[in-house]
């Protein structure tokens, strides 16, 4: 059965994906917005940062993040200034990782939402009188909810299944940055197996429930 | 160059796309239905969209009935001018229920510049029974209706129509162009509505704008225009001429009815619009053919005595275009020219007009 540092890592998982998740939400409509919009040539550079770790090992992430936010890096010179200390080993350095690594999973369904609205309901809107701004909340939102439902959704999921980015920035800190994932990892390391396969279990019923969801909530083609 | 005119739509674009130039400066009447009318590619529709502010037109000038959209000082954005605009593809929020669609627009019009409720335009666009439904439920024809109602529920001061009922089949047109005459009739708000339907212009518009290439190559009234023998644009079988009728009586026994123009009557299939009614008729050029003596003994039943203004080659080499004068009415005859050597056509010439078929517009 789950032991009480196994419960501390669900409980910990959870908070940093959930965290991660409406920080990007926030962090990811703007930048989505613009690459749907946008004619300007950086289009496809910024694009492909925000991708970049679909493709990259999640250490080679965690490393420069590391770099970055480390007593001598940038970041941490700045965090530093700013009386904040340095992130790594800290649950909110991993909350920082955790938005650079799951940013493309909640950026592009955003992004391919907008971009499948297309021009005429904001042409339309702006015909009957509403602004800008106005138009994004009455309009384009609830239009790319479905969009909205698939991004939180992988971003939530993806955070919880992250692991090679925790373990560079956030090392194995009980109760501060021991996720579920690394836990795993640890008991398996111990030999622990008993315990190793709950917590496995739970993840694969976890995913599993997550794709279901997203399956059956935000079936293909229903839009219009 | 004022553009403070109290009245009228005037109107200077000059906009530059690689390979196509909108170049036009217009002066519009203030009031009533004008038709932009060209075939596609015209750039009548880029004008509809640069005078909606939905088309960036640097160095553009707009002013509507005195109020300055657009100069050198002046930008307004699309959602800040008092326009309705109706779309070909009826635009309605696809998330909100017809109700909600109508409210859209009037809810974001202040409360002073309401001119026009909501219950009105439902009414008018009899669309009360809808209000309920989402769009997706909509018919076509359903939806165009509920899109021109948004549009006026905003109390538009001009109202924008880009070929509200091109993507619409014959049947459904039918169904719409009832109501747009009503909009005419019952509302004062002056109409620029984009088409290449010269049957939707004949029966709707009263000043016609003829675009072609991007400049706009004739301006005037409906009648005057559609009667010019050097419309530069061909209209094929459309040509003909729309004439300003009123029904003075009806004949029960043959189901007819018969009109007043200025200059002469005729007589039209009845369709049940009451003495004293006004409404158009058109006649097609081809439909009229001459005679140098009224003709016994034919099925034609409307004869006209005519005036032989001008004539010019047809776009067939073997056809010829007449312009003939009824009164104070003008009339084409689309004849071969073998038959006006025949006739030995010239001005001023006194000549009978046949009329084969009279279209009445409702």
Partial sequence: ?????????????????????????FIGTPIAWWLARTRSPWKGAIGAVVALPIVLPPTVIGFYLLVAMGPNGPVGQLTQSLGLGVLPFTFSGL?????????????????????AIGEW?????????????????????PLARPGYLTASVLGFAHTVGEFGVVLMIGG?????????????????????????????AIMVAFSFVVLLLLYTLNPTGRRR | MNS?????????FRIDYSGFLLDVDLDLPGRGVTALFGHSGSGKTTLLRAIAGLEPAPGGRLAVNGEVWQDEAVFRPTWQRPLGYVFQEAS??????????????????????????????VALLDIGHLLGRKPARLSGGERQ????????????????????????????????LPYLERLHDELDIPVLYVSHAPDEVARLADHIVVMEGGHAVANGPLTDTLARLDLPIKLGEDVGVVLDAVVTARDEEWHLAHMDFPGGHLWVRDQGLPVGHPARVRILARDVSLARAPVTGTSILNTLPAIVVDSVADAHPALTLVKLRVGESLLLARLTLRSAHALELTPGQLLYAQIKAVALLG
Avoid at chain 2, 4 to 12: F, K, P, T
Wanted: net charge neutral; hydrophobic share 50%.
């Fill in chain 1, 95 to 115: 909350v920082v990782a955790s938005v650079f690594y799951s940013m493309p999973f909640v950026v592009q369904p955003i992004q391919n939402a907008f971009e």
């Fill in chain 1, 121 to 141: 309901p904001l042409e339309a809107a702006a015909t009957l009188r509403a602004s800008p701004l106005d138009t994004f909340f009455s309009v384009v939102l």
């Fill in chain 2, 4 to 12: 403070g005119n109290a009245s009228g739509i005037r109107a200077r």
């Fill in chain 2, 145 to 176: 209706r509920v899109g021109i109602a948004r549009a006026l529920a905003t109390s538009p001061r001009l109202l924008l129509m880009d070929e509200p009922l091109a993507a619409l089949d014959h049947a459904l047109k039918q169904e719409i």
């Fill in chain 1, 1 to 25: 059965m789950l032991g009480d540092s196994d419960i501390a890592a669900i409980v910990l998982t959870l908070k940093l994906a959930s965290v991660t998740t409406l920080l990007l939400l």
């Fill in chain 2, 92 to 121: 309605l929020f696809p998330h909100l229920s017809v109700q909600a669609n109508l409210q859209y627009g009037q809810t974001r019009v202040p409360a002073a510049a309401r001119r026009v409720s909501l219950d009105q335009a």
């Fill in chain 1, 172 to 200: 194995n800190i009980p109760d501060k940055t021991r996720v579920v994932s690394v836990q795993i990892y640890d008991h398996v390391e111990a030999m622990e197996y008993g315990q190793a396969h709950w917590l496995a």
